[in-house]
């Protein structure tokens, strides 16, 4: 797939790896003829490797990285109906072991096709978002790992809770499907284990306030809100700068 015109387009490419035997099928989209001074995990919404995600990634590459959409269920499945959700997530939250794997065989696969030393980050979305800190806690090394309107939960029962890579949260203070309190029980984790992370809070934000498809209404249980949006992006960017710079 090819995004624009040029030497210089946004393309993207199947991109394959394997966890425990699963095959998984993401997508990696990068700027042709470029050396990216990054690259991303892309661990998307509940619908996978949709539009959305594809829009995502294209404004990673705009900041000079490089990215893989993450497979998230596996054999490259993206739900088209939100029937299919509610037993999709329920297997990511009840196995967040395998999460953690996959993710794991994504950023290893990634990071040999890079140039050695590269900075690679995550980014997760909803129910990517879990995974994203899962994968953090299991001892990852990592430039960062950065989490949008997360699906967020604290540590699994004796699993560990210190994360080597600096975190950015991004969340909206209505959120109905991680709400203050859960929030505020990640935030405890977090500095009780010394953690090197910052939380950003969207007033008036609910989940999926990046989505446009969401739609408005205030009473939903996921809303789009333009505002959120763009400022969760001038933090990612500006994320991605502080990194990349460090790293250099």
Known sequence: ????????????????????????????????????????????????????????????????????????????????????????????????????????????????????????????????????????????ELSGIIVASALLKTAAPGTPTRIKAPVLILQGTQDQVSPMEVIASVVAEMDAAGNDFRLELYGQAHHAFDNPEAGTDPSARLVYSPAAAARSRRAIADFIRERTSLAG
């Open 1 to 140: 797939m090819r995004y624009a015109r040029g030497v210089s387009a946004i393309e993207s490419a199947p991109f394959a790896y394997e966890a425990r035997g699963e095959k998984y099928r993401g997508a990696f989209v990068a700027r042709s003829g470029v050396e990216p001074s990054a690259a991303f995990v892309l661990l998307p919404d509940w619908r996978g490797q949709s539009p959305l995600a594809h829009d995502h990634a294209r404004f990673l590459v705009e900041q000079g990285c490089a990215v893989v959409i993450g497979d998230l269920y596996g054999d490259g499945f993206s739900p088209t109906d939100p029937s299919q959700v509610g037993e999709m997530v329920k297997r990511l939250i009840e196995n967040r072991d395998r999460g953690v794997e996959a993710l794991a065989a994504c950023v290893s696969a990634l990071r040999a096709r890079l140039r050695a030393g590269g900075p690679i980050f995550c980014l997760g979305y909803s129910a990517g978002g879990m995974v994203a800190l899962d994968y953090g806690r299991s001892g990852a």
